[in-house]
């Protein structure tokens, strides 16, 4: 109850300020493609919508083949909540808790559902010219399904005249994107990716270049059409972040986390970052929130920086070494005399004896808002 009473003082400042991060919603439900309704193409088709979604959750394509999943591979419906027909595709919403627990005890890493708002400047060079890809055009469509299909909260321009001057070939294959970066701000994104694809003997092919934080990766793509050129993009897209927030086997550690200046929105945002980690709030003090989370440290910092928190300096503390190395004292013995004249006092080191090391915590990390 007193946990509970001073998460509620948290009410008090709802000033909180917007996360840049994404939530993605859909994060458990898959479309695939069927000829028919028959059971086996059914059955294949949820064969396909799990490999998905495992690559989905770890960025990793081979995860999906593990032998940890094998009796998973023969039966998906085992994790999945419900599926139907749209169109001529199968839509599958696998149920999250089962998922998520039956990957861990295959010992696979898991990508969260808050992950980094791309601003996407999608450049398209066909047969009728050149096109800047924007929000609600028909272009987006193949775009915003590739987005979702690899999970990935992916954010178009309004493509206003403005904006169509500032798109240009020489702005999005730019080693430094300035001019894009001028205008995205408006947008409030996390990464920014600049995408020139054109048309080639009936081949789509496409160049990409991705910003996040100092951080910069490219690659090239192509596809049979723009829906395949688009999927092709955000896969490897996917497979170059994943390794930025998920942790690999082995790696994740015991990690105390204090958070300054949090609120009530802020702490419901901080619970939906941590849930991949196991976290545990252990005490609210004020408005500082300490949990007990188990994750490699830099996975750690990826995610918070997603929510615009920045890393405090770890506290140290005085660690005396030769204390700690000394023999302990047998409590059998007499105690020892006073010292003489010529002999330092208790408690008072000697000459030529180290000071006490100091050491930061390296198994604290502090954040705040």
């Not at 408690?347 to 100091?358: F, K, W």
Request: hydrophobic residues 45%; proline residues 7%; charged residues 20%.
């Amino acid at each position: 109850m007193r946990l509970i009473a001073r998460l509620l003082v948290l009410c008090l400042p709802l000033f909180s300020l917007p996360s840049v991060a994404a939530t993605v919603s859909d994060l458990y439900q898959v479309r695939e493609p069927v000829a028919s309704q028959q059971p086996e193409e059914r059955q294949a088709a949820l064969g396909r919508a799990l490999e998905t979604l495992v690559l989905r959750l770890t960025g990793s394509r081979e995860a999906a083949q593990s032998p940890a999943l094998a009796e998973l591979r023969k039966d998906p419906q085992q994790i999945v909540s419900q599926y139907g027909y749209e169109a001529d595709s199968l839509l599958v919403d696998f149920d999250p808790l089962s998922t998520d627990r039956s990957l861990r005890q295959a010992g696979l890493p898991l990508w969260g559902a808050n992950r980094p708002a791309i601003m996407t400047w999608w450049l398209n060079d066909g047969s009728a010219g050149s096109s800047l890809v924007g929000d609600g055009q028909d272009s987006a469509a193949p775009l915003q399904r590739a987005a979702q299909h690899r999970g990935l909260p992916l954010r178009l321009p309004l493509a206003d005249l403005g904006e169509q001057l500032v798109a240009t070939p020489e702005n999005l294959g730019a080693s430094e994107p300035d001019a894009l970066r001028s205008a995205s701000e408006r947008y409030a994104a996390d990464a920014l990716l600049a995408v020139q694809a054109r048309e080639d003997n009936g081949q789509w092919h496409a160049e990409w270049r991705l910003w996040l934080g100092e951080a910069r990766e490219q690659g090239k793509a192509q596809g049979a059409d723009q829906a395949a050129l688009a999927d092709a993009v955000l896969l490897a897209l996917s497979e170059r972040l994943a390794p930025r927030f998920v942790a690999a086997p082995g790696a994740a550690s015991n990690l105390t986390l204090e958070v300054q200046g949090a609120d009530l929105a802020r702490y419901a945002e901080l619970q939906r970052i941590l849930e991949p980690f196991a976290a545990q709030l252990q005490r609210v003090e004020g408005d500082r929130l300490i949990y007990r989370v188990n994750a490699s440290a830099e996975q750690l910092r990826a995610q918070l920086a997603l929510a615009n928190l920045q890393e405090m300096p770890a506290e140290v503390a005085p660690v005396d070494t030769a204390a700690a190395t000394a023999a302990p004292a047998d409590a059998s013995q007499p105690a020892a005399a006073q010292p003489s004249a010529n002999e330092p006092a208790a408690g008072v080191p000697a000459a030529g004896t180290p000071a006490p090391q100091i050491v930061p915590r390296d198994d604290v990390l502090r954040f705040r808002w």
